[in-house]
């Protein structure tokens, strides 16, 4: 089995045991007691560790075993997953939702470069999608499974926590696969100027901190939105595979999607702007369905499209690249929830969705105006 094979097994593994547990935090969360700023908080914990560790992972990939790096982020994803089952606080919940933060920064990076390396130019956005698209079926598959065993054979949350990390235990064995024929280059240079190069994307960084914002609310507070709108916890679920069908379909047409760049790009923006409206007016399960069909398109391919832009332009040190590219989704993930868990608490539930909105409008215009920053000729 090749080397991008095995990556995709993992990544449907990890999508699963994602997809099964994800949705349930928040609400495990509010019946120990969480306010609109507690899951603001645990989003924050959750994701604040991908601010930095991906620039210091994408470092060690210059140098270090991929695999190896890998498996010590699924053996840490396990852990603390499986440590959910035992929280009977919110602090705790916190503690262990950051230990998943950290562990995820070990999971994306190294699967990335993987790809990378063993792709040609005219295969990767492909390849990436592929990728993507493996990750999103198992989170899609996930919430069934999730909402089947809450259904009908009355699991606890915590029960399902620890079925969550069982699930990713298993992709080690695909992870260890992967060390084994793992070269490195000691010869490179841990350096983090690389990484800097960053800057010069500052239309990619527009686009990922609007889209990571959004879709770290999408994760961390929507579920919570959408019981307190009387969707209960096994449609929520449901929901979630509705979304997921969306995202794999979208990353399927990412071929399409090249030969028209720059349109898609503005697509992307306006999906999740207008999926953000549509659900500032939901209140029924056929309105949230729209909106999280429509999200699914942006919260997909906008991750091949960005990375394709900063990877073409990249010859050399990608590890350190890929690192400061994934941080910059880690300030969008911990500060969307953490920002919008206060204007919720403060200005009333559905209020974040329009402003989110309305920010995607002046993104919109923003990418329009530096257009050919985002050209790839």
């Known amino acids: 089995m090749n080397k991008v094979t095995l990556v995709y097994v993992i990544a449907l593994i990890v999508g699963f045991s994602y997809g099964m547990h994800n949705p349930i935090v928040p609400l495990f969360s509010k019946d120990l007691g969480a306010s609109y700023f507690d899951l603001g908080v645990i989003g924050f914990a959750n994701f604040i560790p991908y601010m930095f560790i991906p620039l210091f992972v994408g470092l060690l990939l210059d140098r270090f075993n991929k695999g190896l790096l890998l498996s010590l982020g699924l053996v840490l994803d396990s852990v603390s997953i499986c440590l959910l089952s035992v929280a009977d606080s919110i602090p705790q919940i916190i503690i262990f939702r950051t230990m998943v933060g950290v562990a995820h920064s070990f999971f994306w990076p190294p699967c990335e470069s993987i790809i990378s390396q063993s792709t040609s130019p005219q295969n990767r956005v492909k390849a990436i999608s592929r990728f993507m698209a493996f990750f999103v079926a198992g989170l899609m598959i996930g919430p069934l499974i999730g909402s089947f ?28 696969m992967l060390s084994k024929d793992g070269k490195t280059t000691r010869n490179a240079m841990m350096s983090i100027a690389s990484a800097k190069h960053l800057i010069k994307f500052p239309t990619v960084i527009v686009i990922l901190l609007f889209s990571s914002v959004s879709f770290g609310v999408f994760l961390a507070i929507l579920p919570a939105f959408m019981s307190e709108r009387s969707i209960s916890e096994s449609n929520i679920e449901l929901l979630f595979f509705v979304f997921g069908i969306s995202r794999l379909v979208s990353l399927l047409a990412s071929n399409f999607l090249m030969k028209k760049f720059l349109i898609s790009i503005m697509f992307v923006i306006i999906s999740i702007s207008a999926g953000m409206l549509i659900l500032f007016y939901s209140h029924s399960m056929v309105e949230f369905s729209i909106a999280v069909l429509v999200l699914g398109f942006g919260f997909s391919v906008y991750f091949p499209l960005t990375f394709e832009i900063i990877i073409r332009k990249t010859k050399e040190n990608a590890g350190a690249l890929i690192g400061a590219y994934e941080a910059t989704f880690g300030i969008g993930w911990a500060f969307g929830p953490l920002i919008i868990g206060v204007i919720a608490n403060s200005f009333g539930s559905s ?12 993104v919109l215009g923003f990418v329009f105006l530096k257009r050919k920053q985002v050209m790839l000729v």
């Open 149 to 176: 065993l809450l259904e009908h054979f009355d699991v606890s949350y915590r029960v399902l926590f620890q079925v969550a990390a069982f699930v990713i235990a298993t992709s080690l064995i695909s992870s260890l």
């Open 351 to 362: 209020v974040p969705y329009l402003i989110l909105f309305v920010t995607g409008l002046f």
